[in-house]
């Protein structure tokens, strides 16, 4: 069974930075997508950002401009680089694999921004 396996949340101050990863613990074939979701306190998941196989990116309005979704060079890893975070972006964040005949999720990597 494949698990994904997510690091890089935290605690960070307005402004700064964090890089959440996300790697399959085995191989996935047939890869269709791939995208980091977000659910914060009493509010329902929601896409953050997404990348397909062949390189289109999809980013949630309220991340545009501060968030970059992209993948190494194997396609194995997918990375969300945030920067400019804001208290709103306090979420869990969750790791999302959707092949061909299997959807992956993680289990979630907390992300808090507070001062």
């Known amino acids: 069974q494949v698990q994904l396996v997510e690091s890089g949340g935290g605690l960070v101050q307005p402004g700064g930075s964090l890089r959440l990863s996300c790697a399959p613990s085995g191989s996935i074939f047939s890869s269709l997508s791939m995208g980091w979701y977000r659910q914060a306190p009493g509010k329902e998941r929601a896409l953050v950002a997404s990348?397909?196989?062949?390189?289109?990116?999809q980013y949630a309005e309220s991340v545009k401009g501060r968030f970059t979704i992209s993948t190494n060079n194997a396609k194995n890893t997918i990375y969300l680089q945030m920067t400019n975070l804001k208290p709103g972006d306090t979420a869990v964040y969750y790791c999302?694999?959707?092949?061909?005949?299997?959807?992956?999720w993680g289990h979630g990597t907390q992300v808090n921004v507070s001062s």
């Open positions: 999302r694999w959707l092949a061909f005949d299997a959807d992956y």
């Open positions: 990348i397909t196989g062949a390189g289109t990116t």
